[in-house]
């Protein structure tokens, strides 16, 4: 029994360690150094530290249940995000999404690792690219090699779920500067909004 029980704690320190070193560079949820966005229903910010983190969040009348049903969803994140054109994921939680970009921009993609966490009450289903996940890179794409985030889901109500969605914003390539704070904007309201349409479609099914 003490070696059953060993190994079982070999195993947890190994999975936390895993962990932290994929996903510990997020900032945290009582992170408040945000450069406000926009300040509206949905509201987004951003923080420049080695990578521009950005962060969206919004209140959704729906359980944590209902959406996370949605966000773990990822091989159909191309029929619910505006801008995803092709998304799937492996049984071992790997990813493989991109993005498409207007003209004359290169369409994005990155491969992360998921992983769904709990953090007192929350919910978070984080995502994490590294070294090994970029070996194969394709020319037509710009890879997203430091891709990173979460999603958190925190509980106000049964029924009423406040939603955060966190990224690297790091768009790498031939994306101007002066432009990013707009692209920022307009990816954290694409993601918000698609979701709650799709859980009001859910909901109304």
């Known amino acids: 029994m003490k070696k059953i029980a060993k190994n079982i ?4 320190l190994i999975s936390y ?26 509201w987004i910010g951003n923080y420049f530290d ?12 729906y359980s944590i249940e209902d959406i996370l049903f949605v966000v773990e969803d990822v091989n159909n994140y191309d ?12 049984d071992n939680n790997i990813a493989h999404i991109r993005i498409d ?21 929350d919910i978070v289903y984080a995502f994490a690219s590294n070294p ?10 710009i890879r997203l090699i430091n891709a990173k985030g979460e ?15 966190l990224w690297n914003g790091e768009l790498r390539g031939d994306f101007p500067s002066w432009a990013l704070s707009k692209a920022w904007v307009k990816h954290g309201n694409e993601v918000l909004s698609n979701l709650s349409d799709k859980l009001k479609e859910n909901h109304e099914n």
């Not at 704690?9 to 947890?12: E, S």
Request: charged share 25%.
């Open 132 to 141: 090994g996940l970029n070996q194969n890179i394709d020319s037509n794409y």
């Open 101 to 121: 970009y207007p003209f004359p921009f290169t369409d994005r993609e990155y491969i992360v690792k998921f992983q769904r966490l709990l953090e007192n009450k």
């Open 50 to 61: 080695e990578f521009p983190w950005c962060k969206a969040k919004i209140i959704l009348p």
């Open 79 to 90: 029929k619910v995000l505006d801008s995803v054109i092709y998304s799937t994921k492996d």
């Open 17 to 42: 360690l895993l962990s932290i070193s994929l996903f510990g560079q997020i900032p945290p949820k009582d992170f408040s150094s945000w450069e406000i966005l926009q300040d509206e229903k949905i």
């Open 151 to 165: 999603w958190r889901l925190s509980p106000v109500t049964d029924n009423q779920t406040e939603v955060s969605y």
């Open 9 to 12: 704690m070999k195993h947890l």
